[in-house]
């Protein structure tokens, strides 16, 4: 038999498994062509997950990929824009979290960051207030009004954060690669632990106004150190889909 006669069976079959638990589900999956860029179906996560599953196994011309429990969490994660500003993180959860940063990777062990666990409440009341107010002094109001919408928090009301600080690298740009490291493990170790989380860029705009250096002192920047990115932490007023993928931009070089 011919390769690509083969090919065709394995693509037929991992494409005949998606979606089957339940038969009257609508088929939203298609695996027969691997540039195919119809999403699969996001109302129900479980159902969506098996979808990409096996658009991942067409591609891969595979069973069913593998999962386990850090990989449930990964698949299950999402950004969370609605926290409940009363409910706090525990303590004993905050340490376990911060523990997962600093253990991230980075390159030549550099570690170029630091992890600053904030639970001041007004500190990040008063961060949150210069973040609006130097969005506010922009010309392009995109940004602020979309924030202003959602009641002028940048921190979604997450009653606690994770700040991450870096320090420039060599090359240059290298330290944002071992922030991102970091701030991923930070996220899915809250993850795992039941507590919502978010990526949050914004924070960068409350160091770039006139009290950058006031929050550097607050939060204990150590000398050479800049506002990378925050993560901000507590629980979800409700639950949330994660993002559709995008399979195609998985490829596979034989």
């Not at 991942?56 to 500003?85: D, H, M, Q, V, W």
């Not at 500190?123 to 940004?143: N, P, Q, T, Y």
């Not at 924030?147 to 870096?166: D, E, K, W």
Request: charged share 25%; aromatic share 6%; proline share 2%.
């Amino acid at each position: 038999m011919k390769d690509t006669t083969k090919r065709d069976i394995l693509k037929t079959n991992e494409t005949q498994k998606c979606n089957t638990s339940n038969t009257n589900d609508i088929q939203k999956c298609d695996t027969s062509n691997t540039n195919e860029t119809q999403k699969c179906d996001t109302s129900n996560t479980n159902e969506t997950q098996k979808c990409e599953n096996s658009k991942i196994s067409g591609i891969f011309k595979c069973g069913a990929p593998k999962t386990n429990e850090t990989l449930e969490t990964i698949a299950k994660r999402y950004s969370c824009r609605a926290f409940y500003p009363d409910r706090s993180v525990a303590d004993c959860d905050l340490a376990a979290i911060a523990a997962a940063g600093l253990r991230a990777p980075s390159g030549m062990n550099r570690q170029n960051w630091q992890i600053i666990t904030v639970k001041n409440k007004e500190l990040i009341a008063e961060m949150e207030a210069e973040g609006m107010r130097v969005l506010s002094g922009f010309e392009d109001k995109s940004v602020y009004n979309r924030i202003a919408a959602r009641g002028g928090r940048l921190f979604y009301g997450a009653p606690c954060l994770i700040m991450l600080s870096v320090k420039e690298a060599f090359p240059n740009g290298a330290e944002m690669i071992d922030l991102g490291i970091a701030a991923q493990n930070i996220a899915l170790a809250a993850a795992s632990l039941g507590i919502a989380n978010c990526h949050c860029g914004l924070a960068a705009f409350c160091f770039a106004g006139s009290k950058r250096e006031e929050f550097k002192r607050k939060l204990k920047f150590q000398e050479g150190y800049e506002c990378g990115l925050a993560v901000l932490l507590g629980y979800a007023k409700e639950q949330s889909a994660p993002h559709a993928i995008d399979c195609n931009k998985a490829v596979v070089i034989e």
